[in-house]
């Protein structure tokens, strides 16, 4: 079965870090594009950031430019998001997602991690 | 960025009704469109994807339709399931933008 899943998450003070880990299995990692994608409470989605499936393609939604670093490691099929410098806005489910295939959207889905952030 | 804007927002409907759902981007997008459907608690499932190609699984009572700014979703006959908030999405290019949502109530 093709899944993913997040973990990482809690609850952490403003200017705070956190690393958020995915870990995928039943598909070939490295040949796949991962993204994050978060969700406020109450709100809609919002994409964050994505990598290429050699970790050389990288992007990032402009307001956690400088502070947010996402990374891989294709031996361990895994998928980082390392948060430094958190603020409230930050505040959100963080879900893992998979490039479906080709240009395709996004699928499958974790269930989320939840990141609160609050002094 | 690409703005992506959805309407209406809220939609009540009744099981049975056919309802459509209109997804505007601000610049031409192509085909390169998903839309998304999340129920409470739940993460989002893809339910169709480069505008109207229905991923596999998803009940054929989903379509899409539509290219460059102007896409639609409908659901032929609303099923219980089916009441939930549905999300488009563009990745015709980075940043990766969804728009607001809209909500599938009951009526």
């Known amino acids: 079965e093709v899944q993913v899943v997040e973990s990482g998450g809690g609850l952490v003070k403003p200017g705070g870090s956190l690393r958020l880990s995915c870990a995928a299995s039943?598909?070939?990692?490295?040949?796949?594009?991962m993204n994050w994608v978060r969700q406020a409470p109450g709100k809609g989605l919002e994409w964050v950031s994505s990598i290429s499936g050699g970790g050389d393609y990288i992007y990032y939604t402009e307001s956690v430019k400088g502070r947010f670093t996402i990374s891989r490691d294709n031996a361990k099929s895994s998928l980082y998001l390392q948060m430094n410098s958190l603020r409230l806005d930050d505040t959100a489910i963080y879900y893992c997602a998979r490039v479906h295939s080709g240009y395709s959207g996004f699928a499958p889905w974790g269930q989320g991690t939840l990141v609160t952030v609050s002094s | 960025d690409i703005q992506m804007t959805q309407s209406p927002s809220t939609l009540s409907a009744s099981v049975g009704d056919r309802v459509t759902i209109t997804c505007r981007a601000s610049?031409?997008?192509?085909?390169?469109l998903a839309w998304y459907q999340q129920r409470p608690g739940k993460a989002p499932k893809l339910l169709i994807y480069?505008?109207?190609t229905l991923e596999s699984g998803v009940s054929s009572r989903f379509s899409g339709t539509g290219s460059e700014t102007e896409f639609t979703l409908s659901i032929s006959s609303l099923q219980p399931d089916d009441f939930a908030t549905y999300y488009c999405q563009q990745y015709n290019s980075y940043p990766y933008t969804f728009g607001q949502g809209t909500k599938v109530e009951i009526k």
């Open positions: 480069k505008a109207s």
């Open positions: 039943g598909f070939t990692f490295s040949s796949y594009t």
């Open positions: 610049q031409n997008i192509i085909i390169w």
